[in-house]
């Protein structure tokens, strides 16, 4: 499974003959691979178009590319907040309320995340192929459908240490700008141009996929809960600046704490650990059918709804496992 950091193009209509050469080495002879597009068709049409270079087909003849448009900009966050307004609204009928949640297409981003992941799960694990996921800029939803997709196929992904690594590589090493996407509270009404909750989507489908496998996943929702909040405001370095330039030159690791080291913590560790834990070696498919993806009410109405029956029910859960 690869990434692109950038789309397979080159310059002022050119091709890019080093982008050809690299691809051409990845497949042995007579192997072929899968270019996961996700921008539109149209997208990629319009950035030739404007000059963004060429991918003819003859040129990568060993792959095909799939095209799985994921928003990633404005309409992602203009869905988030509809989403926020929705369920901030004091008492909705039913009709206005199921009305506004799909309104909002947040659901509708879920599911077509989880879809693309699970296609590139499947070209690797069914069709034993090579796969490489690229859109616009390599940092935003091209790191989704990656880090869905590790988590679907390996087992050690979903341990608690896994699932940090995962983060670790696939988010910050990788280059996700939080502090552009992340730039201010997640329910705030100003917005700048540059955010877009794609880390907050990504931690939805995550919980979506421990939903569906509640015996799977080594954590709980609690450490994803503490990983959104962390996301926006927090007292680690862990998500500070935009990628690891910067965190170099602000010196981040040396004048800040982490926040994999806080939650490693044998006291702190064990609030995230998922008591129903069993090792499955297998892979995890999702169902993305629309009665299986459900809105995350632990997150957007942890403020409304009262946790404390849920809480009781968790200790419950753990005192009976420990017992």
């Known amino acids: 499974?690869?990434?692109?950091?950038?789309?397979?193009?080159?310059?002022?209509?050119?091709?890019?003959?080093?982008?050809?050469?690299?691809?051409?080495?990845?497949?042995?002879?007579?192997?072929?691979?899968?270019?996961?597009?996700?921008?539109?068709?149209?997208?990629?049409?319009?950035?030739?178009?404007?000059?963004?270079?060429?991918?003819?087909?003859?040129?990568?003849?060993?792959?095909?590319?799939?095209?799985?448009?994921?928003?990633?900009?404005?309409?992602?966050?203009?869905?988030?907040?509809?989403?926020?307004?929705?369920?901030s609204e004091p008492s909705p009928s039913m009709e206005r309320w199921l009305g506004r949640l799909d309104g909002s297409r947040w659901l509708s981003h879920v599911k077509a995340a989880l879809s693309t992941a699970c296609l590139a799960a499947q070209c690797l694990d069914r069709e034993d192929s090579k796969v490489l996921v690229h859109g616009a800029e390599g940092t935003d939803t091209t790191l989704l459908v990656t880090a869905l997709a590790q988590l679907i196929l390996d087992p050690s992904c979903r341990s608690l240490e896994g699932f940090q690594g995962l983060l670790e590589r696939e988010w910050i090493e990788a280059g996700h700008p939080f502090q552009l996407r992340c730039a201010r509270s997640a329910s705030c009404q100003a917005r700048g141009k540059q955010e877009a909750p794609l880390f907050l989507l990504f931690l939805d489908c995550v919980w979506q996929l421990s939903r569906q496998f509640p015996f799977s996943l080594q954590f709980g929702e609690q450490l994803l809960l503490t990983l959104f909040d962390n996301a926006y405001a927090s007292a680690f370095g862990t998500f500070l600046c935009n990628?690891?330039?910067?965190?170099?030159?602000?010196?981040?690791?040396?004048?800040?704490?982490?926040?994999?080291?806080?939650?490693?913590?044998?006291?702190?560790?064990?609030?995230?650990?998922?008591?129903?834990?069993?090792?499955?070696?297998?892979?995890?498919?999702?169902?993305?059918?629309?009665?299986?993806?459900?809105?995350?009410?632990?997150?957007?109405?942890?403020?409304?709804?009262?946790?404390?029956?849920?809480?009781?029910?968790?200790?419950?859960?753990?005192?009976?496992?420990?017992?």
């Open 243 to 323: 990628n690891e330039r910067e965190r170099s030159l602000c010196k981040v690791r040396e004048s800040t704490h982490s926040l994999w080291a806080w939650l490693n913590q044998p006291e702190e560790r064990q609030k995230y650990l998922n008591p129903l834990y069993s090792h499955n070696p297998l892979v995890i498919w999702p169902s993305v059918e629309p009665q299986s993806i459900q809105l995350w009410q632990g997150l957007f109405l942890r403020w409304i709804r009262p946790s404390q029956h849920l809480d009781e029910a968790w200790e419950e859960i753990q005192r009976l496992v420990e017992g």
């Open 1 to 87: 499974l690869l990434r692109s950091s950038q789309p397979l193009t080159g310059h002022n209509r050119r091709r890019c003959r080093e982008d050809e050469r690299l691809l051409g080495t990845i497949l042995d002879e007579g192997e072929r691979g899968f270019i996961i597009d996700t921008r539109s068709a149209q997208a990629a049409k319009q950035a030739r178009i404007s000059g963004g270079g060429t991918e003819p087909k003859s040129s990568y003849p060993q792959w095909r590319r799939l095209h799985r448009a994921l928003e990633r900009g404005r309409p992602l966050q203009e869905s988030f907040s509809r989403l926020v307004e929705a369920c």
